[in-house]
């Protein structure tokens, strides 16, 4: 009798706890922001892609960051300079090229830093290019897979975590090697980005046209 009724306890603390735990989420996801007032901190993108050409990676983390602040900045949001982040990043110890500091806490670490509300951080994951070839057309497509840490720094919490995404970009060929695979490849990069924040960013409209 006495074990059934501690079981019964358990059981009903475990619910209790669940039933919290449940709100607390409902109550995270319900956040917004006025991003007039938000401040947001986007990291340096880390680019862990397979490809040896020094410039072409390098064009490849380009496209990615400037898609990443662009998401913010034309929906109004205030997005720090990147050399506050930089400053943050040192202050905070942490490398973003070493894969096994990229946690949860270690960036929220870095949005404290840097006071932000949000922080942002990105790794391209790998790039590839392919032909998609049929009798009346020739295009080249670049792929890209990312993935995405978006958190909400003031409140301690995640809004995307690593959340993977594979973009892609292509465009048809009216004269042989008229497409550039590196290109389709760059934009790639850029439209991962967009795409992966592109329902959280929904209540924010585009305010400004770039």
Request: hydrophobic share 45%; proline share 3%; net charge positive.
């Amino acid at each position: 009798m006495f074990q059934s009724f501690r079981a019964l306890q358990l059981t009903t603390m475990v619910a209790i706890c669940a039933a919290f735990s449940g709100v607390a989420s409902a109550q995270n996801s319900q956040i917004t922001f006025d991003p007039a007032a938000t401040t947001v901190a986007v990291f340096p993108v880390i680019n862990l892609g397979a490809e040896k050409d020094a410039n072409f990676k390098a064009g490849q983390t380009k496209a990615a960051s400037e898609s990443l602040h662009k998401q913010f900045a034309d929906r109004g949001f205030k997005v720090l300079d990147d050399k506050i982040v930089e400053e943050a990043l040192a202050a905070a110890k942490i490398d973003l090229n070493d894969e096994e500091q990229h946690s949860r806490q270690n960036m929220l670490k870095i949005g404290d830093a840097a006071k932000a509300d949000l922080a942002v951080f990105v790794v391209i994951n790998k790039t590839s290019w392919k032909n998609n070839q049929n009798f009346f057309t020739n295009a080249k497509e670049g792929h890209a897979k990312i993935t995405i840490w978006l958190l909400d720094v003031k409140h301690q919490a995640p809004i995307l975590s690593a959340k993977p995404m594979d973009g892609k970009h292509s465009e048809a060929e009216v004269f042989r090697n008229s497409v550039k695979p590196s290109e389709q490849i760059m934009k790639a990069c850029a439209q991962a980005v967009k795409q992966v924040l592109a329902d959280t960013l929904k209540p924010y409209p585009i305010i400004v046209q770039k």
